[in-house]
C-alpha cells in the first residue's frame, strides 16, 4: 500500500490557471477526471460469479461489471464516464410462490375518527379507494377507542358507535369491491380506568408520576414492557379473528419509530438507561419478541395473515431494522412528509433507500399524508398538490408501494375534498404502468453505509452535542451525492456481507462512529478484495457499545492514527492547504487554502500529504484573523491505493458541514474523490441540467429509470408550491451481454422515444422532465 503520487500536471495553486480550465463545471454537472489506460486496465475486476466461488479475501472486488476501455484516451473524451456493464438479469420469480402482498401495488386510508361513525357515509368510502384502484384499505380496530362492540375490558366504545358494528360494516363494503383489509389498531394509550384497574400499565416519569398525552391529557401512555402488551393487545386480535376476515393486523404508534422510549415504571427500572446500547437491546429483544407473538396470533385464523407494525423513522429509526428486516412481511414506512427536523424534500426517498437495504425485495409501503404536515400542522386541511404529488413520486422511485392517507370522512369527504382528486389521479396513473414500476433489484455501485445504531445513539462531539447532529451529517452526504447525479444504495451496518457488498465499486462511510471489531473486519476484507473507501471524522473511534477506542480501529487500513482529542471551531474553522498536485483537487485554481470542516480529529503526520491543515483562528475582530502557524504537517485528507482499491480519510465532519453551509468547495472536494476512489465508473449516467435525484431498477420487462426534478425554491424547506420543469436528459447504460433494448417509454409524458447505441452503450434522451419522469425501458 503507498500514499498516492500526482495525478494530474496542473499546478492548482499558480494564478495563471485560467478560471474558465479550473471552474469548467458546475457542482450539478461536473467535469469529469480523465484516467489514463493503465489506471483503466488496473481497474478491471472479476466477475461475481468468481468472487463468490474463490472467496473475498483471495480476489479483487467483485462489481460483476466489465469494463469498456477505449482504444486511446485523450484529454478531450467525452463527458460520459466510464460506464461499467450491468450484471447478468435475475432469474424471473415464481409467481405462484411470492406472498399476496408482493401483489398489492396501492394503499388506501381514511384514518377514522370517532365521530366518523355517526357521519361517514360507507359505501362512498369504499367506492372511492375502489374506484382510485386500491388493492388494500386501512380500517380502524384500534385499542384507545373500540370501532365495533368489542367485549374487552377497557377497550372503551367510541361515544358515537352506539354499539353499531362500523368497523364491521366497513369490512363488507371493502371485501364487497375485492379489496382486501388491514385491521388497524393503536396500543400507544389508554383511558383512566384502565390506569386505575392496572396501573403497572402505565410508563412513568423519574418520579415516579404517570406520563400522560400533552394533547389529550385523559389519556396515558402504556409501557410496551409491561402486560398491557402481553394480554390487552392480543385479546383485542383474537376477538377480531373471531369475528371477521381480515387480512392481516396492524399496531400505529408502537413501535416508537424515531427514539427510544424513556420509561422509569417497576419494570423499566430495572432496565439499563434508556439512551445506552444495552438499553437497545433489550428494547430489541421485547419488540422481536412481541413482533413474532402477534405474528402467530394473526396465523391462527388465516396462514396467510401476519402482523406488522408502524416502522419508519428512516436512518433514525428505533428498532434494529436489520433485525426486523429478517421477520417483517410488510415494511410500514410512516413518513407522512416533510417536518422541521427533516426538512429536505428528499426525505421520503432517502427512506425508500433504507427499506431497500432491509427488506431484500420483500413488501415495504410509505404513507404519503393528503393532510397537511409540518411542525404546523392541519391534519384535517389538504396538502399542496405538488407537494403531496412529489412525496408519492419519491415513494415510486425508492421502490415502495404508494399508500395515500387522509384523516376522517367528515374532513375528508364533506369538507375539504381536494385531496382526493390527488391519490385517485396518482394512483389510476400508476395502475396503468404496474409492470414497469414494480422493482425486482437496485442498480448502483456505490453503497453509503447506515450505521443505524450511531444514528440513534451518538451524538457527535461536545461542541456539536445534538441529537440531529447525524441527521446534519446524512443530509450532507445524501445531498453530495444527489449534486453528483450518482446510483447508490444504502447498506446496514450489519449486513457487510461479501456477497452483499460485491456489487458496489465504491463504500462510503459518512462518520460511523460505532463500529464492532466484526463489522470493522469485513470492511478490510472488502477493501482487501479491491473495494474503495471514502470515510470521515470518528468512524471505527467507538466500539458497538459507544466505548470509546484509544485509537481508529481502522486505522491499519486507512494510514491514520489520532494525534489528539477533536478539535471544533471558536471563529474561523481550520482550512486544508494544498501541498501538491492530485485528482481530488480539480477544479480548484488560485487558492493554496480551500476549507476544512466545523470539528476535526488532529491525525498524526503522514508521508506527501495532499492537503494539510491551517489550524483555526480568530474571526472578529478583523485585525487578528490570520493563522499562526499558517502551516503544520498534520493532515487534511489521507490517501491510499493499493491494487484496485482507493482509500480516502477526511478527518473532519465534512459531510455535516457542507449540509450546515451549503459550501461548494466543500461539494467539490467530496465529489472529486468519490470520483477518484470509483475510477469515474458509472452504471448509469444523466446528463442535463437541473437538480435531481437518481434511482435506477431491473424490473421484469427490463429496466426502469426514474428521475425525480428537485430543482425548486422549496428542495430544502417548505412545502413544493409549484414545478420547474427541466430540459433534455441523456441517459447512458449498457446492458448485459446478449440483452438488446426494444422500446424505451416515458410513463408520465406516455410516450415512446428514439434509443440508439453508442460505444456499445444504450443512449437515449428524455426531452423534458416535469416533476417526475420514468424511462421505462423494455428488452429482449
Not at 428494547?283 to 422481536?288: A, I, K, Q, Y
Not at 384523516?407 to 375539504?416: K, P, R, V, Y
Not at 484509544?550 to 494510514?559: H, I, K, M, P, Y
Not at 498536485?581 to 491525525?603: D, K, M, Y
Amino acid at each position: 500500500m503507498r500514499i498516492l503520487g500526482a495525478a494530474q500536471k496542473t499546478d492548482l495553486r499558480s494564478p495563471n490557471t485560467s478560471l474558465k480550465s479550473a471552474f469548467g463545471f458546475v457542482p450539478d454537472q461536473p467535469r469529469r477526471y480523465t484516467f489514463s489506460a493503465d489506471e483503466k486496465r488496473n481497474s478491471l475486476m472479476l466477475n461475481r460469479r468468481a468472487f463468490l466461488k474463490t472467496g473475498a479475501a483471495a480476489l479483487p472486488l467483485v462489481a460483476a461489471l466489465d469494463i469498456n476501455l477505449p482504444a486511446q484516451t485523450t484529454s478531450e473524451a467525452t463527458s460520459v464516464p466510464n460506464l461499467v456493464t450491468l450484471p447478468p438479469r435475475l432469474t424471473p420469480p415464481d409467481p405462484a410462490t411470492e406472498p399476496w402482498q408482493k401483489k398489492i401495488r396501492r394503499v388506501g386510508q381514511s384514518n377514522m375518527t370517532e365521530h366518523d361513525p355517526a357521519v361517514m357515509n360507507i359505501e362512498e368510502w369504499a367506492n372511492y379507494w375502489h374506484s382510485a384502484g386500491a388493492g388494500i384499505v386501512f380500517i380502524s380496530v384500534t385499542g384507545i377507542l373500540a370501532f365495533y362492540p368489542s367485549k374487552v375490558p377497557f377497550h372503551r366504545h367510541g361515544k358515537f358507535l352506539n354499539n353499531r358494528d362500523f368497523f364491521g360494516e366497513c369490512v363488507a363494503a371493502a371485501k364487497k369491491r375485492d379489496m382486501r383489509v388491514v385491521a388497524r389498531m393503536s396500543p400507544d394509550l389508554n383511558w383512566g380506568d384502565a390506569l386505575a384497574a392496572h396501573p403497572e400499565w402505565a410508563m412513568r416519569n423519574k418520579d415516579g408520576s404517570v406520563q400522560f398525552n400533552t394533547e389529550e391529557p385523559h389519556l396515558f401512555k402504556t409501557c410496551m414492557f409491561s402486560t398491557y402488551m402481553d394480554d390487552y393487545v392480543p385479546a383485542i386480535m383474537r376477538e377480531i379473528n373471531s369475528l371477521y376476515i381480515v387480512d392481516c393486523f396492524y399496531t400505529n404508534g408502537w413501535p416508537p419509530i424515531g427514539s427510544l422510549p424513556e420509561c422509569h415504571c417497576a419494570i423499566c427500572s430495572k432496565l439499563p438507561p434508556h439512551d445506552t446500547t444495552a438499553y437497545w437491546h433489550a428494547f430489541n429483544d421485547r419488540l422481536v419478541d412481541l413482533w413474532q407473538k402477534y405474528d402467530a396470533i394473526a396465523k391462527e385464523k388465516n396462514s396467510e395473515s401476519f402482523f406488522f407494525a408502524n416502522l419508519g423513522g428512516n436512518v433514525h429509526a428505533g428498532p434494529d431494522l436489520d433485525r426486523l428486516g429478517k421477520i417483517a412481511a410488510w415494511f410500514q414506512a410512516d413518513n407522512q412528509g416533510r417536518t422541521s427536523d427533516d426538512p429536505a424534500v428528499w426525505g421520503c426517498s432517502l427512506q425508500g433507500r433504507v427499506c431497500n437495504a432491509v427488506q431484500n425485495g420483500k413488501f415495504a409501503a410509505n404513507v404519503t399524508a393528503g393532510y397537511s404536515t409540518g411542525s404546523v400542522r392541519w391534519r384535517n386541511a389538504s396538502k399542496n398538490p405538488a407537494e403531496a404529488d412529489m412525496w408519492l413520486n419519491e415513494t415510486l422511485a425508492s421502490g415502495m408501494v404508494p399508500y395515500f392517507h387522509f384523516i376522517g370522512s367528515e374532513a375528508g369527504f364533506c369538507e375539504d375534498r381536494r385531496w382526493q382528486k390527488v391519490g385517485a389521479e396518482y394512483f389510476q396513473w400508476t395502475a396503468k404502468h404496474d409492470a414497469h414500476l414494480t422493482t425486482r433489484r437496485s442498480i448502483a455501485n456505490i453503497g453509503v453505509v447506515i450505521g443505524q445504531s450511531t444514528q440513534l445513539l451518538y451524538k457527535g462531539p461536545a461542541a456539536a452535542h445534538s441529537r440531529y447532529y447525524m441527521r446534519e451529517t446524512t443530509h450532507g452526504i445524501y445531498e453530495t451525492l444527489l449534486r453528483g447525479r450518482y446510483a447508490f444504495d444504502f447498506v446496514h451496518e450489519n449486513q457487510l456481507e461479501p456477497e452483499r457488498l460485491s456489487k458496489y465499486r465504491a463504500l462510503l462511510l459518512p462518520n460511523i462512529a460505532m463500529l464492532s471489531d466484526r463489522q470493522c473486519q469485513q470492511i478490510r476484507d472488502y477493501v482487501h478484495s479491491g473495494g474503495s473507501i471514502m470515510a470521515s471524522f470518528e468512524t471505527s473511534l467507538y466500539d458497538e457499545n459507544l466505548q470509546p477506542r484509544s485509537d481508529f480501529a481502522l486505522a491499519d487500513l486507512f494510514g491514520i492514527s489520532k494525534a489528539g482529542d477533536i478539535i471544533g471551531t471558536n471563529g474561523n474553522a481550520y482550512y486544508a492547504r494544498i501541498e501538491r498536485a492530485h485528482a481530488i483537487l480539480e477544479g480548484f485554481a488560485s487558492t493554496n487554502w480551500l476549507p476544512g470542516a466545523q470539528n476535526r480529529v488532529p491525525l498524526k503526520p503522514v508521508p506527501e500529504p495532499v492537503l494539510t491543515v491551517v489550524p483555526g483562528f480568530v474571526q472578529y475582530p478583523p485585525e487578528l484573523a490570520y493563522p499562526s502557524p499558517n502551516h503544520t504537517d498534520e493532515p487534511a485528507v489521507v490517501l491510499r491505493e493499493t491494487g484496485t482499491s482507493r482509500i480516502a480519510w477526511f478527518p473532519g465532519d465534512i459531510e455535516r458541514t457542507f449540509w450546515l453551509t451549503g459550501h461548494g468547495d466543500l461539494l467539490r472536494l467530496m465529489h472529486n474523490t468519490i470520483r477518484w476512489i470509483t475510477r469515474d465508473e458509472s452504471i448509469v449516467h444523466v446528463e442535463g441540467d437541473g437538480f435531481i435525484e437518481i434511482f435506477a431498477w431491473e424490473t421484469a420487462p427490463g429496466y426502469a429509470i426514474h428521475l425525480l426534478n428537485y430543482t425548486n425554491p422549496n428542495a430544502h424547506h417548505g412545502w413544493m408550491q409549484s414545478t420547474y420543469p427541466l430540459g433534455p436528459q441523456t441517459i447512458s447504460m449498457k446492458l448485459p451481454a446478449g440483452v438488446k433494448a426494444k422500446s424505451v417509454e416515458l410513463l408520465k409524458a406516455e410516450q415512446t422515444i428514439p434509443f440508439h447505441i453508442e460505444n456499445e452503450a444504450l443512449r437515449f434522451t428524455i426531452p423534458r422532465v416535469e416533476d417526475y419522469e420514468i424511462a421505462a425501458i423494455t428488452v429482449a
